[in-house]
């Protein structure tokens, strides 16, 4: 991605705002930041920042893209999108023929190189570089950990179907010793193109998968398919301080394509613990304190993730106090910082007291003077 900044800052627009709010911002920034508007000497910048904008754009136009942007911020778009997916379907064809922008200006140029990357064709321009056609899918996987392994990290081995590279015909489809012909349908360049306004948009070739060549002989093994599917497994490193939402992404452990291996994204669901709630890095738990010791005061037994500990509570301590165990929590594994744990005391009121239990609350009570 271009950026790590949050996308609504990048608008100045609410989380809350509408679609049309989000078009609306996205047209001012266009204006500011379109490079026919600035000096010369500000251009670069005004590129970047156009860029920037109409990232952020794609993103927040996008229902899909925006719910999962909401959800887990840049680590679910990051996961489940290339760039190329983030800016397919984002209408700035429209806004940007409304605004009265057409080929030719700077916008052009920016769209040409940063689109390039892309396999796009933009504002006539001819599209190069890098492109994903052929690609094998990604494969979205769930798997369920407990909070101590979320805290300390686990290694696991799992089993999944997937798609892999047919034996046979090594990927290919087509029967060993046989030919491959040239696609017709984009005559062997593996891109077809479409038109939209003065949008012109290149994809991979349907037909040939982008590969510009059609089998002759297909494979008797997968049928043509180039690949079979079979169950994979492999062992996976989840790192310490993972929570509900964490995405862990294995490349190249995906579907198999002509080009390659997509990617394994595995989903982290973190299972409840009987005794820690999580926030955040930091854990909370509650404690039983007889009405004796939080009155005078002493050390009492409390759960941590890496065992028991002594804690010492004053006297005197109220019923839902809270005490903090310092660096007692959840490694947060994007700071690398070490939360807490926040330990709140449940005061024990004694049942089925003896005669001489209640005479002496009773002493106590008058000493007081309660009763």
């Given at each position: 991605?271009?950026?790590?900044r949050?996308?609504y800052?990048?608008l100045?627009?609410a989380?809350?705002?509408s679609?049309?709010e989000v078009k609306?911002?996205?047209?001012?920034l266009?204006?500011q930041?379109h490079?026919?508007r600035?000096?010369?000497?500000?251009k670069?910048?005004?590129?970047e920042?156009?860029?920037e904008?109409s990232?952020?754009y794609?993103?927040?136009?996008d229902e899909?893209?925006?719910?999962?942007?909401d959800?887990?911020?840049?680590?679910?778009?990051?996961?489940?999108?290339?760039?190329?997916?983030?800016?397919?379907?984002a209408?700035?064809?429209t806004?940007?023929?409304?605004?009265?922008f057409g080929?030719?200006g700077?916008?052009?140029?920016?769209?040409?190189?940063f689109?390039?990357d892309l396999g796009?064709?933009?504002f006539?321009?001819r599209?190069?570089?890098r492109?994903?056609r052929?690609?094998?899918?990604?494969?979205?996987?769930?798997?369920?950990?407990?909070l101590?392994?979320?805290?300390?990290?686990v290694?696991?081995?799992?089993?999944?179907?997937?798609?892999?590279?047919?034996?046979?015909?090594?990927?290919?489809?087509?029967?060993?010793?046989?030919?491959?012909?040239?696609?017709?349908?984009?005559?062997g360049?593996?891109?077809?193109?479409?038109g939209m306004?003065f949008?012109?948009?290149?994809?991979?070739?349907?037909?040939?998968?982008?590969?510009g060549?059609?089998?002759?002989?297909?494979?008797?093994q997968?049928?043509?398919q180039?690949k079979?599917?079979a169950?994979k497994k492999?062992s996976?490193?989840?790192?310490a301080?993972?929570d509900?939402?964490?995405?862990?992404r294995l490349?190249?452990?995906?579907?198999?394509?002509?080009?390659g291996?997509?990617?394994l994204?595995l989903h982290?669901v973190?299972s409840?613990?009987?005794?820690?709630q999580?926030?955040?890095?930091?854990?909370k738990?509650?404690?039983?304190?007889?009405?004796?010791?939080?009155?005078?005061?002493g050390e009492?037994?409390?759960?941590t993730?890496?065992?028991?500990?002594?804690m010492k509570?004053p006297?005197?301590?109220?019923?839902g106090?809270?005490?903090?165990?310092k660096?007692?929590?959840?490694?947060?594994?994007?700071t690398?910082?070490?939360?807490?744990?926040?330990?709140?005391?449940?005061?024990?009121i004694?049942?089925?007291?003896?005669?001489?239990?209640k005479?002496?609350?009773?002493?106590l009570?008058?000493l007081?003077k309660?009763?």
């Open positions: 991605m271009s950026t790590q949050d996308y800052e990048i100045g627009v989380k809350g705002a679609p049309d609306k911002a996205y047209r001012k266009v204006m930041t490079p026919d600035v000096p010369e000497e500000k670069k910048a005004a590129e920042k156009f860029k904008v990232e952020a794609a993103v927040l136009s899909k893209k925006r719910k999962l942007y959800q887990y911020g840049h680590a679910g778009i990051d996961s489940r999108y290339s760039t190329e997916d983030i800016f397919r379907g209408d700035f064809s806004i940007f023929r409304d605004m009265g080929g030719g700077g916008a052009e140029n920016i769209f040409g190189d689109f390039s796009f064709d933009i006539g321009g599209g190069g570089g492109t994903s052929g690609q094998g899918k990604d494969i979205h996987y769930e798997i369920e950990i407990t101590p392994d979320a805290a300390g990290g290694e696991r081995t799992i089993t999944f179907p997937r798609f892999e590279h047919c034996t046979r015909c090594q990927g290919q489809g087509a029967e060993p010793g046989s030919k491959k012909i040239v696609c017709s349908g984009c005559r360049s593996g891109q077809v193109t479409s306004g949008f012109t948009l290149s994809q991979p070739c349907v037909r040939c998968q982008g590969t060549q059609m089998i002759e002989k297909p494979c008797t997968c049928h043509g180039g079979t599917k169950n492999v996976v490193k989840i790192p301080g993972v509900n939402g964490s995405i862990v490349r190249n452990e995906g579907n198999a394509g002509v080009a291996y997509g990617d994204f982290i973190v409840r613990h009987p005794v820690f999580r926030q955040g890095s930091n854990l738990c509650k404690v039983s304190v007889t009405m004796v010791k939080a009155a005078l005061g009492i037994e409390v759960p993730l890496a065992g028991k500990v002594q509570i006297a005197g301590t109220q019923n106090s809270v005490f903090r165990l660096g007692k929590g959840v490694l947060d594994y994007r690398k910082r070490q939360g807490d744990e926040f330990v709140e005391v449940e005061i024990v004694p049942k089925n007291l003896s005669a001489k239990e005479a002496l609350l009773t002493e009570g008058k007081r309660e009763l």
